[in-house]
């Protein structure tokens, strides 16, 4: 079992920043593909942005792509999403998601073994 902890998830003015973290259990983490997925009230949950293994190739959601950043550090067992220019569209859930497979389709929930609990991003004034 693969355990995902977000943090960083709170209220933040239009056009601010937050940089959202999270920690993973175990001691192969170099070896997941890391997702961001995110969730608003009575929406579906989508995708936001997706790492490789080792960190070189990365995917954005059109939504935020010139926005967004992930990145990911193995060392600490730990992956990352700064969001910047945020909207009040960006207002959701924000969940991060481990592909301990084959990660073939970065953008599809699907793909993904294993959650985190998720953490609130709310964007207003």
């Known amino acids: 079992q693969v355990q995902l902890v977000e943090s960083g998830g709170g209220l933040v003015q239009p056009g601010g920043s937050l940089r959202l973290s999270c920690a993973a259990s175990?001691?192969?983490?170099?070896?997941?593909?890391m997702g961001w997925f995110r969730q608003a009230p009575g929406k579906e949950r989508e995708f936001v942005a997706a790492?490789?293994?080792?960190?070189?190739?990365?995917r954005y959601a059109d939504s935020v792509k010139g926005r967004f950043t992930i990145s990911r550090d193995n060392a600490k067992n730990t992956a990352y999403l700064q969001m910047n220019s945020l909207k009040s569209e960006d207002t959701a859930v924000y969940y991060c998601?481990?592909?301990?497979?084959?990660?073939?389709?970065?953008?599809?929930?699907?793909?993904?073994?294993?959650w985190g609990q998720g953490t609130q991003v709310t964007v207003s004034v």
């Open positions: 998601a481990a592909d301990t497979a084959y990660g073939l389709e970065w953008h599809s929930a699907s793909e993904y073994d294993y």
């Open positions: 175990g001691r192969t983490f170099s070896s997941y593909i």
């Open positions: 790492i490789n293994r080792s960190g070189s190739i990365t």
